[in-house]
């Protein structure tokens, strides 16, 4: 099972951009599929941004889209999430999220990548506060 560590969350105002990073240990590699998630208190927890195994095929939601960009270093087993134009509701704790697939198979996870019950492991979460 891998672990995940996320990192990079903080205090910032409203136009301000941040980088968010997730480091994955134990059997971490390009065969896992990873996301990142927020959840703002009193929501859900929801996606916002994922990634194939190998960083063949994204997905963003459409609050992200054009501000956000999800990316990877399989040498370096990290994920990030470069967040820019950020905005008072983009505060939540964003959540690191990863799920094994086999590199046959990650074509057909691309549709599964939104949902996160898709995924079976989890970092603890950093919080990110935008100010107006």
């Known amino acids: 099972q891998v672990q995940l560590v996320e990192s990079g969350g903080g205090l910032v105002q409203a136009g301000d951009s941040l980088r968010l990073s997730c480091v994955a240990s134990?059997?971490?590699?390009?065969?896992?599929?990873m996301g990142w998630f927020r959840q703002a208190p009193g929501k859900e927890r929801e996606v916002e941004a994922a990634?194939?195994?190998?960083?063949?095929?994204?997905y963003y939601s459409d609050f992200v889209k054009g501000r956000f960009t999800i990316s990877r270093d399989n040498a370096k087993n990290t994920v990030y999430l470069q967040m820019n134009s950020l905005k008072p509701e983009d505060t939540a704790v964003y959540y690191c999220?990863?799920?094994?697939?086999?590199?046959?198979?990650?074509?057909?996870?691309?549709?599964?990548?939104?949902?996160?019950?898709?995924?079976?492991?989890w970092g603890q979460g950093t919080q990110v506060t935008v100010s107006s």
């Open positions: 134990g059997r971490a590699n390009g065969s896992y599929a």
């Open positions: 990634i194939s195994g190998i960083g063949s095929n994204t």
């Open positions: 999220a990863g799920r094994y697939v086999p590199l046959s198979r990650q074509v057909y996870f691309t549709s599964a990548m939104p949902s996160a019950k898709n995924y079976d492991a």
